[in-house]
């Protein structure tokens, strides 16, 4: 009988090894950060991570909040209590690369952990488009060696990369991405693994799921039934639901 629930979020990340690539959903203040498996990810002490997420520079320490330049108020809060951000991860010096779409390298009012890896020279980030990376995941998931994008023609994001013209513009070849884990959060799973959002949780998650050889999922509850209708990732994309130690920042 079918049954992809584990006991804790120790047991779902427990063969995370260090080195591994791992693609994380969720952005930044909006539902949908997997706190829970993040933090028990960085409680096993791995070293070199390759991570994959549309941001990762906040940490739990420090300086959390965006500022904006000229020096008004921040516009993203510190992480709430009991959150867990990726960037949690590059402030234990637990990351080796990031794939990411944005930093604050050039914004002189915030130093994330990820950005001081970076300035030390002891983390790599290699930036791109949102879209761009959801297609990259989009391909691995679906066994696809890349797509053509017109994105970053011309410019540093294309440069080393193979350029084909379509229709008289240049597009750019962006290679599939195949994380070892891809982890993400919902706010609803029955047993099988079938899985359903709310709200901003739809952002990258369900592009994220299925995409890394194995996929696991924090949720707000395990319920007996779910509607066909409202499935959003069906089971064959989810090896493996723990519950959630917290309401995964809905409002």
Known sequence: MINKVVESAAEAVADIESGSMIAFGGFVGVPGVPSTLIK?????????LTIIACESGRGRAGAQSYGVPGGGQPYIPEPEDGVYPVGYLAELGQVRKAITTFSSLNNPNFDGPLEAGVRRGEVEIELIGQGSLCERLR????????????VGAGTKIGAGKDIRHFDGVPHVLETALRPDFAIISAYQADRFGNL?????ARTTNPVVAGSGNVTIVEVEEVVDYLDPQHIVTP??????????????MVR
């Open 40 to 48: 028990a990810i960085a409680e096993r002490g791995l070293r070199d």
């Open 139 to 150: 391909c691995g998931r679906a066994g696809l060696g890349g797509v053509y994008t017109p």
């Open 196 to 200: 359903v959002y709310r709200h901003g």
């Open 235 to 248: 089971s064959p994309y989810v090896d493996r639901i723990v519950l959630s130690d917290r309401r995964l």
